[in-house]
Each structure stands twice: as C-alpha cells, then as structure tokens.
C-alpha cells in the first residue's frame, strides 16, 4: 500500500512547464528578473489616497493586520466597484486562472495537457449558460455586477505583467504576450457553474454503482452503498427521509438495493469496465477548484437559540469542507454603505469569492447565515442512439443542436471540437472514445431485453444538469446580502437555484432556521442512481420541486438546528439517495447535547471548540471488538497501544496514528480486489459498510488473501499486525514516538505553479507542511483518502462563529490569507493560526473596524 499514487487534477495544473524548462534558465529569471524588487512589485498600495477613474464619490478601504478589507462607500455602485478593485489587488492570479478555467480556455494558458478538460467544459457551456443568466438579472443585481467588473478593470488599467502577479512573470516563459482580458460581469457569474459542478452530488456514486455492479450481485453492491441510517443517525429536520418516487411503469429499485442493476441484466464484460473505470478517471481529470470529489466534501453548520445562550441571542457556527490551495478558495470581505438609505443597501462582512461581487456566507447588521452542501441528485446520464445529426425519441428522428467549439493551445495548434446536444442536455461521449466506449457496453446492461439498435446507430451518453439551465443565484447572493429578517431571508434563498445548499439562519430579533433551496428535479422513471434510456419520453424530468414543498424550519422546540451533509427529512420530496452517513452530524449533536446538559449557557468560544471536536465514531465501533479479540505478537502490541485510547484524532496522538494506519490496511485487505476507482475512500460510507459487517463476523467479505485469514477476528488481527509493521517503517519503532500528525499533513499548494516540478518555483508558491489532527467523517473534518495514502486532502476551508449579541465578539479564520501574492505578509499568515486552532476577532462596528485598521486607503474619483 504504497502512499505516492497520483494526488488530483488541481496538482497536474502546472505540469505544462515540465520539459520547457532548464535549471539554468529557471535560475537566470530568478536570479534577474524575479528579484525582491520584482516580487515586491505586485503588492497592493493600501495606504494613501488614488484617483481612479469610475467611481462616483470617494471609496475608502480600511485594512486589519491581516490585510482583511473593510470597503465604504456612498452608493452600491462605489461599494461593488471598490470590492472590484480590492479582489484584483489581492488575486487578480487566482480569478483570471478561475474564468479561463469557467470558460474552457486553460488551454490558452497552460497548454496541450488542458484540452480534454476544456473540451468537457466547452460541452456543458458554462460560459454559455453564464451568458444567459446575466440576461435574466433584474436591473439592481446586474448593475452591481458590472459596476464590480469596472472595478476590476480599473485596477487592470493600472498594472500589467508582474505589477499584476509574480505569476505573470513565469506564464510569459511559455506565453509570451499575454496579457489579461477585461473583466466582465459573466466571468463573475461563470464561477457560480465552476461551485455547482464541484458540488453535483452523486454523479461519481452512479459510475461507482456501475463499475461495482459488474463484479458483484445487486445485494452485495448495496450493502457497499448503504441507505442512510435514519434509526440512528440524525436527520436536519426531525424524521427520516424519502425515496425519490418513480413512475409505476417502471422498475424502481427498491431502498435496500438501491445500487442494482436491473434484475436479469447481462454480466459486464471487461471491455464495459474498462470503459467505465476511464469514465471515471476522465471526470477525476477535470478542474477541481473546490476540492477532489468525495465523501470528504461537505460542511458543518449549526445555529443555537437564544435561550441556550449566555448572552440570550442565537449563535451561528460554519466550516466549509473543500481542498485545500494557496491562496484559499475564499476570502474575506467587509462592505458597507457610509449611510444605508434608497441609493445605499449594505452593511454586510464575511466570506466570499475572488471574482464573485457579495458576501457569499456571513452576516449583515440584522442576520447571520451560513451553508452546508444540501447534494441533492440534480445530474443524470441517459444513454442515446444517434443516427448522423438526430437522435431518437419515441420512435422518430429529432435533430441535435449542433456547434463547433475552437480551443486555443498555448505552445500547440488550436483544436476544434464539435458539441452536440439533445433537448435533455449535452452528449458527453464526443469528448473522448471512453464515452463512447461507455455508451455501447452500457446500453446492454441497461436495457435488457430491448431492441438491437440498427448497426447505423451510434450509442451517446447524454447529461442532464440542472445547473446547465439558466437560473438566478446570483441575484440570491445580493439578495440574502440585504436580507432584514426571515422573510427577506426565505426569499433570497428561493432565488438560489445552484449549487441547493443548506441554509441556516440567525437574527437580533432571536430567531434562528433552516431552509433548503434549490432546483431539484422530479423524475417520471428512475431514482436517478443509474443510467436510463434516452431514447423515450417516459425517463426523464416532469419538473422541479416547489420551493414552498422544500424542507423550512424555523424556531424549532428543541433550541438549535445542526446539518452535516446528512439526511434532512423523510417527510418532503425526495432529494437523493446518496446523504452523508450522518457521523458529523451525530459527533456536533452529541458534544452540544453535553453542553447544554451541562446546564451551563452556551458561548461563542464553545462553538468554536465543537468545530475543533476530533473524537472518532469509526474508532468508537472498532476499539470494543478489538479488545475482545485473542492476539498475540504485533496484533497484540497494536491491541495494548489501543487500550484505554478514548478515539480523539489528535495530531500528537501515537494511538490515532497506529488506528488510521490499522484502517487503511483492513480496508486494503477486505475490498483491495474491487475496481481501481471504487475502492474504499475511507470515509463514512465505509464507515457504515465495516461497522455492518461487524455484526456479520462469518461474512466473506471478512476475507484477507495476503494473510490467508477468513472470518471477522482472523482478518481484524490480521491487519492489526501488517498496520504495526507499516506503522514502524513509517514512524520508527518506538511507538512512544508516533503522532498522527506526521502521517496526516497537510500540504497548501499553489493551483498551477505548485506542482510544476520546478523546486524554485514550489518552494515560492507553496507552503507547509503542516501536521494536523482530525480525519475524515470526524467534526474536525481533515479529511484523507484511504487509497491513496494519508494526507490531507480535504479541510475546514474556513470557520466562523456569529455571535448575534454583539458582532464584534465573532470571530473567523481562513485557511491561508487574503493576500494572492507570494510573500506578501498576508499570503499565508492565517495558516498557523488555523493550524493551532485559533480564530481572529471579527470587527463589525465602525468603532471596532476604527480601533482594528492598520491600514487606510482612499479611491476618489477625478478632480475630487
């Protein structure tokens, strides 16, 4: 079990310059052109006074020490296009890298090895469908994103090259001559797809079903993708919660095998799960800009009512669990009108998008909300027979929507692209052979007893998303922004049509809620858990859920609202079947239910503590069958280190060290031989899988080749004594010695130069590594993929707790800096203290901001 396999797409980015380089030229530019002088260059002004043309009256940006923007302006106009121009002091980098990628055009960026992920970007559209949503803004919300735009580009007027970014300096190497397009309203909008499609659900656990369901019986693929444990876990609204409905002439699959194929399908061939495991590997290669696709990619969210609290108003905790980067995919924002009236409407701080106009999770002067991924199944694949440009439907030909798309290659010649399209949505199998590949193995399997089609028919795979139909959220972003009170509040959450989060709400009036938005399709056929034919009009989408049927709580009796990613409701519309196993959930559930037992009022300071909880549900199951188990040599040297163990993840913590290594090595031993890209991530799907199956000791998964071991406590010992071998190569053999930490460490890399394999460029950009505690499907969610290795792939991207009392004793942290520039005092100076579990003071008010600014900067329009 080797721990050196290929980490995600957001690493290969920089790959581009490996072979384009020599040693001696990388030194030459560092050496004389990338000087301090040069690197210094790049930094924001955040003192004085600017004349920058645009503005209607003076704009001033007040600065913290950790460079956190506090933006006043006289109008909404000034605010967004000061907001603009502070995001391109700050990052301009990060947001051109982020539109090209929205845009399909890495290519033109970094060259050849982009061109399958820009043509898959190209074939959903998203600049496209950004294009179109900008047409549907009413006039308020459009007018703040252009004025944003302005905004940006008066910096660019201003600087270009490497006054912009060091990166610039480097891209000229391989792309010379370049320099940044104006920005535009529709790059900020485009980024909303990038959010949608990082967060799509469960189009990975349709490939995996399918990939599982051509080795094993249907029973056996379910028991691998369990139903959430509505008897045990917590739901976000009390009560479980429904399977999606399915029309009466079709099959449904039935909750307990819900990863079947249909009954009396053909047996894959290899070809079929070679074509498949490419599927996957293809998507895995697209631009990850949250994080790699996994259970690990989720949130913790909760509100606490007022009458639990010290101070008798509500408080509102967040952590956004996405990959780590440097600079963070966030970034902190203040905004606020000099005078709130008809030309004026905010007063609102917080975190949000370089890019992106708005404060995306945060408060104003009246509410506090945050978000947690709600990952409804909102994507479907259908399958396709095409014949030239139609395809069928109901027995007829109707005509594809058909395009060419030129993809610009830096270094290369441009390569032209043909997308096709049904009335449901793009046809994915253009993109590669793979597809295709896909399209015909499947259809077998999918479709027993159908009709051959006619040998010119060309099998397709089509996708339908919702987020490839125009909607408003950006207008939801401004709106929730303004928002005075749980009204204001519901109806800017109807207007956020992707990604569905969900939403947890507090006021100064005491009250606090939860609210899932969201466009979620209602099926005629299917659950929406595999592929179906597209070839009739009985599969497919009727609709989308009313927004007044979707789960709302507000005031709950109870006291306080917790989501997780887990289950919501069993009695709305159903939403999917793929929630998060609910640990989270039940380890925030527990440690307020200690507190507010306790008797004591709840404070902010313990909000932030339930966020730092590290204690392990899996270690939890696991340690009481390992006591009981009769061990001797390293099993039982691994048993005694465990005894007594209370299951925290801590990173200084030899116990915690020698289980996670115990855990990757029984799940290696038990599921190694499934498909390459199914095989256990390691987190609380497999959690509940493995805490199942204990109750099942003469199982055959219970099955250990390596040590020709069966039956439950053969295979247990026999993994406890392989992870001690491996633990003493890893760490030494003096287990006083182990920490966590140095397995699970996390590594902030740049998203293009990080890993180019230039040392001088890596050693600039990125930074760490950082030893961390926590893990996957735990509060302190440092997530790890058990196939790979063990380090960190996923974090708490940030944490807030809202204090409604008083404002200003919240307090946040990001997860590196505000700053995008390398050496900057503020690239990387919330990263220790995020490290060490540490928040800053979170000043609101104009006397705390006053008392906070160590740096203060004027923008004032010509002959001001």
Request: negative net charge; aromatic residues 8%; contains cysteine.
């Amino acid at each position: 079990m080797g721990t050196d396999a290929p980490r995600t797409a957001r690493h290969r980015w920089g790959r581009f310059l490996v072979g384009l380089l020599v040693t001696v030229l990388v030194v030459a530019v560092v050496a004389a052109g990338l000087g301090w002088w040069t690197v210094q260059r790049s930094f924001p002004t955040a003192s004085g006074r600017i004349v920058v043309p645009g503005l209607a009256a003076p704009a001033t940006v007040y600065r913290d020490d950790a460079g956190i923007p506090h933006i006043v302006a006289e109008t909404d106009g000034d605010l967004f296009f000061a907001q603009g121009y502070v995001h391109a002091q700050d990052r301009f980098w990060e947001m051109d890298v982020r539109r090209h990628a929205t845009a399909g055009r890495l290519a033109e960026l970094f060259g050849e090895s982009q061109v399958v992920s820009d043509a898959f970007v190209r074939t959903l559209d998203w600049r496209g469908v950004a294009e179109q949503e900008y047409s549907l803004l009413d006039a308020d919300t459009r007018a703040a994103f252009d004025a944003y735009a302005e905004g940006v580009n008066a910096y660019l007027d201003r600087r270009s090259g490497v006054e912009l970014s060091l990166e610039y300096g480097l891209l000229a190497l391989q792309r010379p001559g370049y320099e940044p397009e104006p920005w535009t309203a529709v790059d900020s909008i485009a980024w909303l797809k990038a959010m949608a499609w990082d967060l799509r659900s469960n189009l990975g656990d349709e490939i995996d079903r399918a990939l599982l369901s051509a080795e094993l019986p249907p029973e056996e693929v379910a028991r691998l993708h369990p139903a959430f444990p509505f008897g045990s876990k917590p739901t976000i609204v009390d009560g479980p919660v429904a399977a999606a409905p399915a029309a009466e002439s079709v099959r449904s699959i039935p909750a307990d095998a819900a990863a079947s194929v249909t009954p009396g399908a053909p047996e894959l061939e290899p070809g079929h799960v070679d074509a498949l495991a490419s599927l996957a590997s293809t998507l895995d290669g697209l631009p990850e800009l949250l994080g790699p696709e996994g259970g690990d990619l989720g949130s913790n969210s909760w509100v606490v009512s007022g009458a639990l609290t010290e101070s008798g108003l509500p408080l509102l905790a967040n952590d956004p669990h996405l990959g780590p980067a440097i600079p963070s995919i966030w970034t902190q924002t203040a905004l606020r009108c000099a005078q709130q009236n008809s030309a004026c409407h905010y007063d609102v701080a917080g975190f949000g998008f370089a890019g992106l106009p708005g404060v995306v999770i945060g408060h104003n002067d009246r509410i506090a909300w945050g978000l947690t991924n709600l990952a409804p199944d909102v994507a479907d694949l259908y399958l396709e027979r095409v014949q030239g440009d139609s395809y069928e439907l109901d027995g007829t030909l109707v005509p594809l929507t058909v395009r060419e798309e030129v993809i610009e290659v830096a270094g290369g010649e441009p390569v032209t692209i043909t997308v096709r399209q049904t009335g449901r949505g793009p046809i994915v199998t253009d993109i590669s052979d793979d597809f295709g590949r896909v399209a015909e193995d499947y259809a077998a399997v999918a479709t027993p007893g159908e009709p051959p089609a006619t040998p010119d028919t060309e099998l397709a795979v089509s996708l339908q998303w919702t987020a490839l139909t125009p909607g408003v959220t950006p207008r939801s972003i401004l709106a929730m922004n303004r928002a005075q009170g749980w009204d204001d509040f519901r109806a800017a959450a109807e207007l956020f049509d992707v990604p569905a989060q969900n939403l947890v709400y507090a006021d100064v009036e005491g009250n606090i809620g939860y609210q899932a938005p969201g466009r979620i399709p209602v099926r005629s056929a299917g659950d929406g858990t595999l592929p179906l034919p597209g070839w009739t009009s009985a599969n497919g989408w009727t609709g989308f859920v009313e927004f007044d049927a979707l789960p709302s709580v507000l005031n709950p009796e109870r006291g306080y609202l917790v989501t997780a990613n887990n289950a919501v409701d069993d009695e709305g519309p159903g939403l999917t079947r793929d929630w998060d196993h609910g640990y989270r959930a039940e380890g925030i559930e527990q440690r307020l239910g200690e507190l507010i037992a306790s008797g004591e009022p709840l404070t902010a300071a313990q909000m932030a503590e339930v966020q730092l909880d590290t204690r392990d549900a899996n270690a939890e199951a696991l340690l009481p069958v390992i006591a009981e188990l009769d061990l001797d040599g390293d099993a039982a040297r691994g048993a005694r280190l465990l005894d007594g163990w209370d299951g925290s993840a801590e990173a200084d913590s030899a116990e915690s060290a020698y289980f996670a290594v115990f855990w990757r090595t029984l799940l290696d031993r038990m599921f190694g031989d499934l498909p390459e890209s199914t095989r256990p991530q390691g987190g609380d799907r497999w959690f509940s899988v493995v805490h199942t199956l204990l109750g099942e000791p003469d199982n055959a998964w219970w099955t250990d080749d390596e040590a020709e071991a069966s039956g439950r406590d053969a295979v247990l010992a026999s993994s406890l004594a392989a992870a001690w071998a491996e633990a003493s190569d890893l760490l030494g053999d003096d287990p006083s010695e182990w920490r966590w930490g140095a397995l699970h460490t996390l590594d902030l890399e740049h998203s293009t130069f990080g890993s180019s394999g230039i040392g001088v460029f890596e050693w600039a950009f990125n930074r760490g590594p950082h030893e961390l505690g926590g893990g996957s499907a735990i509060v302190n969610a440092n997530g790890w993929d058990a196939s790979v290795g063990y380090e960190v792939d996923w974090v708490p991207s940030m944490r807030m707790v809202v204090d409604l009392d008083d404002f200003d004793d919240s307090t946040w942290i990001n997860l590196t800096g505000v700053s995008g520039h390398a050496f900057h005092r503020n690239y990387d100076d919330q990263a220790e203290l995020w490290r060490d579990e540490q928040m800053l003071p979170w000043a609101f008010t104009v006397e705390a901001v006053r008392e906070s600014t160590r740096h203060s900067l004027q923008l004032r329009p010509p002959g001001d």
